[in-house]
């Protein structure tokens, strides 16, 4: 008889092993998978099949009304001759730099004048951040009123300074300008709020030895304060460009993509092709286009946030 722990005459343990080892080593399914799957399903159903439906759509040509007809890539090769395409991706990067620009600065700004103690801080703190809690609607029919040529509050302002009046978004050269004095009175605060919670985290010490050196407010801002808030200037960059990118409530209720198609973005563009001339598949090769681009500036920030990180340290 074999001793308990030998492998029996004529066999080496390591022709026992696997014999031995294949039912524990069998693959199992995991026991938390009837949890996981409600979630997969809800995933697949609201992000998946709708993505892929899209991209099914994008390569044929179909109108309301009229049976599809697959067209391969007809529809993707018709974007660099659509010269209204071509400027609603103008429109759109012009947009987006310009509404993530303006927001960084001034929340910047914002969030070190509130870090700062004063009477009423708390108070004049919630009273900043209101416009981020309106609703995006009522945000344009408020701004419409206000940029009225005639009735308007802005150009009553103006007068008083001396300015002319404006056409505000009545005019293609200042449209999007007016577009993104809305966007910027809306979601500075946002910026603010994620810096501001940046700078109530930065450590005393380095203020402290710059205090004992004599730096003046400027170089404590550009060497110290600018460097270690920079990675939330970053994640407020981040969701400020995919927000503003995509933004669609506020142009199309203030000016539908005018005057003519002035302030036609991607999205107030996709919009009318889609659901306005009932080009349903090449509308679907918009949006694919449309998502690529949100994807190749999303990358872009990221590699230069990177770089500015090897940069610095």
């Known amino acids: 008889m074999a001793r308990a722990g030998l492998a029996p005459p004529g066999v080496s343990a390591g022709e026992r092993a696997p014999a031995e080892e294949a039912p524990a080593a069998r693959w199992r399914p995991p026991g938390y998978w009837p949890f996981v799957l409600p ?4 995933v697949v159903g609201v992000i998946v099949f709708p993505w892929a439906f899209t991209l099914w759509m994008s390569l044929h040509e179909w109108k309301v009304g009229a049976a ?23 429109q759109t990067l012009v947009y987006t730099a310009l509404s993530v620009v303006l927001p960084l600065i001034l929340g910047t700004l914002a969030a070190c004048v509130f870090h700062a ?3 009423l ?3 004049l703190r919630g009273v900043f951040i209101l416009p981020m809690m309106a609703t995006p609607v009522a945000i344009a029919l408020v701004w419409t009123m206000m940029f009225h040529p005639q009735l308007g509050v ?4 103006l007068s008083l300074v001396g300015i002319p009046p404006q056409l505000w ?29 940046g700078l109530a985290a930065l450590p005393t010490e380095p203020y402290e030895s710059a205090q004992i050196d004599g730096a003046s407010l400027w170089q404590v801002f550009r060497h110290i304060t600018l460097p270690l808030v920079a990675p939330f200037l970053f994640v407020a960059a981040m969701i400020r460009m995919i927000d503003a990118v995509k933004s669609f409530d506020i142009i199309f209720a203030i000016t539908q993509g005018g005057p003519g198609t002035a302030s036609e973005t991607i999205n107030i563009y996709l919009y009318s092709v ?13 949006a694919v286009v449309f998502f690529l681009l949100i994807i190749a500036l999303a990358a872009a920030l990221l590699v230069v946030r990177r770089r500015t990180q090897g940069a610095v340290g």
Do not use: K
């Open 169 to 197: 978004v009545f005019h293609p050269s200042t449209v999007i300008p007016s577009l993104v004095l809305v966007e910027t009175w809306q979601w500075t605060p946002l910026v603010m709020l994620i810096v501001l919670g």
């Open 121 to 123: 801080r708390g108070f």
């Open 117 to 119: 103690r004063f009477p």
């Open 154 to 157: 802005l150009n009553y302002l």
């Open 39 to 42: 979630a997969l399903v809800v």
């Open 274 to 286: 889609a659901f306005a001339y009932y080009d349903v598949g090449y509308g679907s090769a918009i």
């Open 68 to 90: 599809p007809a697959f067209v391969g890539l007809s529809n993707y090769s018709r974007l660099p001759t659509d010269p209204r395409f071509l400027d609603a991706v103008w």
